[in-house]
């Protein structure tokens, strides 16, 4: 009995010790301030002091305000199909048979940007919508109207009538850092208003492939979206807009760790043209770019291995008319350091034709400043048709007609088609030699002229003009 007794004394009593031991540590832990932690490199250098609260970043402001802002969008696609009036037509097809409506139904999110109902959202979301609903957070619907889209960044706008509802302050995506935390709000599956949180993994990442022409810098985060979440917001700790949620990186269709947005800064500028202009005036540069490397620049001889390589300038462009040549480096813009094309291209993407932006490259040994005047894709192109001798428009080539032939004809101006090939200006019954003088009842000077005529018109145009002979004909050229 005296040794039981014994033995659950020194149990009590061992126990009293350690728990008087760990209380003595957590005091003197509490004391402490939170633990830092020394990088070093080398043997003695110290590059930073980090140190550890052990509590993870509150995101209940931004999340509690920013869900107000998102919105779920429904999108109806109506196509008419053709349905056959018996057995017989359902086999061998023949007769007209009857436009059945046929409608999908997809869906989307989308962020209020304006408290009169502006809606920024993606492009493919509302692309070929016959109808657009959105609803609020607090449930409300609406009918919504196509203010504008813009493929080459997958942005568009939206708008629904309503007045104080409330919006996202649009932040600064140019500042965001890698690692910064950050939350994806949006519809994945059509479960409204569902919030996510991860980390910027990446700025700058491109996905384009070069069947088409995009502007990408997307912000990479690891925060969990899915389908339904495209058009959604992608906010800050602080309740700011930075980017709207695009596109996610998967074999499945589901997520599996890797999402994009584009990034606020790109999607401003787009809205406000569409809210201006009803499209993206969008200022082009007019070289096409390879990204340096070591590699490169030593089968180049290029003193550097940083920056973009100019391997092309297209002619009539801003970059030309500027004395931009074909092997200078680009390292800057707006004294702004340029990695790859992809940055490049997302700050030209900020400026509208007749701005001014000015260019930092290598050439050789000598580092220049190269000031740029942008341009519209439009005037580029008919810059460039006017720099050529010759252009192919529909089969024909075509060439400013010679002044003696236009002195023998008593003609001002024209544009003479020098050869006829398979096309819609042979199967309108045009032939070598016939000389353009109006198009559209316009008088064309060049053949940019005609060019841009083409590019105007929608469904045809009508050619007036002569012959070597002196005859005076019309031809209509249809477009479709």
């Given amino acids: 009995m005296k040794r039981n007794l014994l033995i659950i004394l020194t149990s009590v009593l061992a126990g009293a010790i350690s728990a008087v031991a760990v209380v003595s540590i957590s005091d003197a832990g509490a004391r402490k301030p939170a ?9 003695s250098a110290q590059v930073r002091n980090v140190t550890f609260s052990g509590e993870y970043p509150d995101f209940t402001f931004a999340a509690e305000n920013a869900v107000k802002a998102v919105v779920f969008v429904k999108v109806i696609k109506r196509s008419e199909q053709q349905v056959p009036n018996d057995l017989f037509e359902y086999f061998f097809g023949f007769g007209g048979g009857q436009g059945a409506p046929r409608e999908q139904v997809g869906s989307g999110s989308g962020v209020i940007i304006r408290e009169d109902g502006y ?13 657009i609903e959105v ?10 109207e196509l203010v504008g889209t813009d493929p080459v960044t997958d942005v568009a706008l939206i708008k629904i009538d309503g007045q104080n509802l409330p919006t996202l302050v649009l932040g600064d995506s140019d500042k965001l850092r890698i690692g910064e935390w950050v939350l994806a709000i949006g519809s994945p599956y059509g479960l409204t208003s569902t919030i996510t949180a991860g980390i910027v993994s990446a700025k700058g990442r491109s996905l384009a492939d070069n069947r088409e022409f995009k502007i990408e810098s997307f912000i990479q985060t690891d925060a969990a979206v ?13 309740g700011e807009l930075v980017g709207i949620n695009t596109a996610i990186y998967s074999n499945t269709g589901s997520y599996a760790g890797c999402s994009f947005a584009v990034p606020v800064n790109m999607a401003r500028k787009v809205v406000e043209d569409l809210m201006d202009y009803g499209s993206v005036q969008r200022g082009m540069l007019g070289i096409s770019m390879l990204n340096n490397s070591e590699q490169l620049a030593g089968e180049k001889g290029l003193s550097l291995s940083e920056g ?6 297209l002619k009539g462009g801003a970059a030309n008319a500027a004395g931009v040549k074909v092997g200078d480096v680009l390292t800057a813009v707006n004294s702004e350091k340029v990695k790859n094309g992809t940055a490049v291209q997302e700050i030209i993407n900020r400026y ?12 050789g040994k000598e580092n220049l400043q190269i000031e740029v005047t942008l341009i519209g894709k439009d005037t580029q192109e008919l810059n460039a048709y006017n720099m050529q001798d010759k252009v192919n428009i529909f089969g024909a080539e075509l060439a400013a007609a010679p002044k003696k032939e ?27 030699g016939f000389i353009i003088t109006y198009v559209n009842n316009n008088p064309v000077f060049t053949p940019g002229d005609i060019a841009a005529a083409v590019k105007k018109s929608r469904r045809s145009i009508m050619l007036e003009g002569m012959y070597p002979d002196g005859s005076l004909y019309y031809y209509g050229v249809g477009l479709e």
């Fill in 119 to 131: 809606i920024v959202t993606n492009n493919h979301v509302v692309n070929g919508a016959s109808e």
């Fill in 226 to 238: 899915n389908p339904g979440n495209s058009g959604g917001a992608l906010v800050n700790i602080k």
């Fill in 352 to 363: 509208r034709p007749g701005d001014k932006v000015t260019l930092t490259v290598v050439r």
């Fill in 35 to 43: 633990a830092t932690y020394e990088y070093i490199n080398g043997d």
């Fill in 406 to 432: 236009l002195e023998k004809l008593e003609l001002k101006a024209g544009v003479k088609v020098t050869k006829v090939d398979k096309g819609k200006m042979r199967d309108a019954g045009i032939k070598e």
């Fill in 135 to 144: 609803m609020t957070d607090d449930q409300k619907t609406y009918k919504a």
């Fill in 308 to 313: 973009v390589y100019i391997a092309e300038v």
